[in-house]
């Protein structure tokens, strides 16, 4: 492995790392910067399947907007192969939250990403990303358990 390419890979943890962080805070414009233009993606061990940005973009901004639900997406062990000098393909692991303060329930579950990146203009870009879950668990919220901060305005 050489120095240029462990600067390539930590682009790509970068640009991963930045898809998450504009997920959680709805920033959909920036997020759709990510992505190729006939990006794919299958969310939910390919329940949910897109062809496209602006189809992936629907789906994301479609099934996140509501400011009552609150979530919290952290990748971790990265294992990134470079294929190329412009294409790469990565396994992520997954851990995430989901508040919904609209049915009173928190969703917890961890799965792993399988991503395929590819660089146009010496920056990566997104063209598949998507996950299969390990497990998900879903439990009500306790009546005592007081929601005190919020991006959007404490509820």
């Not at 462990?6 to 898809?19: F, G, N, P, Q």
């Not at 979530?71 to 393909?89: C, D, F, N, Q, Y």
Request: net charge negative.
């Amino acid at each position: 492995m050489t120095p240029e390419d462990l600067v390539e890979l930590e682009a790509i943890k970068r640009l991963k790392y930045r898809y998450l962080r504009l997920i959680d805070t709805k920033e959909w414009d920036e997020l759709a910067t990510l992505f190729l233009p006939d990006a794919t993606a299958t969310y939910s061990d390919g329940k949910y399947s897109f062809e496209g940005r602006d189809a992936i973009m629907g789906f994301l901004s479609d099934a996140m907007a509501s400011t009552n639900m609150l979530t919290s997406h952290k990748v971790h062990h990265p294992e990134i192969e470079l294929l190329s000098s412009g294409s790469a393909r990565a396994v992520w692991a997954l851990d995430d939250v989901v508040v919904h303060l609209d049915y009173n329930i928190t969703i917890r579950g961890a799965a792993f990403y399988a991503d395929d990146y590819v660089k146009v203009d010496g920056e990566w870009k997104i063209k598949h990303t998507g996950y299969e879950r390990i497990y998900e668990e879903m439990q009500p919220r306790a009546e005592d358990i007081k929601l005190t901060a919020k991006k959007w305005s404490v509820s």
